[in-house]
């Protein structure tokens, strides 16, 4: 099994910065994909950003070139820095990964941006 630990979630002013950090454990594979979703209220999951075990990412429109995703494979960790955050960022976050087909998911972490 997999488990993934969020932490890095808060309230910030429009214009700040977090930082989200997701630790994987368990049954880790080398070639993997992890990545973060958000979903707001009323609204579905999106993803936000993820990062391939060769490190290659994608990033959903509305957060390039403000939000970037890492990870430390030695760590089995993700992190997503997100700067000038906006009030529409505002969501719960959530830590996923993907290995040979399956999903896996973290409980979520609240992010609110204040204006």
């Known amino acids: 099994q997999v488990q993934l630990r969020e932490s890095g979630g808060g309230l910030v002013q429009a214009g700040g910065s977090l930082r989200l950090s997701c630790a994987a454990s368990g049954s880790i594979f080398k070639i993997n994909i992890m990545g973060w979703y958000r979903q707001a209220p009323g609204k579905q999951r999106e993803l936000v950003a993820r990062?391939?075990?060769?490190?290659?990412?994608t990033y959903v429109d509305s957060v390039k070139g403000r939000f970037t995703i890492s990870r430390d494979t030695a760590k089995n960790t993700v992190y997503l820095q997100m700067n000038s955050l906006k009030p529409e960022d505002t969501a719960v976050y959530y830590c996923?990964?993907?290995?040979?087909?399956?999903?896996?998911w973290g409980q979520g972490t609240q992010v609110t941006v204040s204006s």
């Open positions: 996923a990964l993907n290995q040979i087909g399956r999903d896996y």
């Open positions: 990062v391939s075990s060769g490190s290659i990412t």
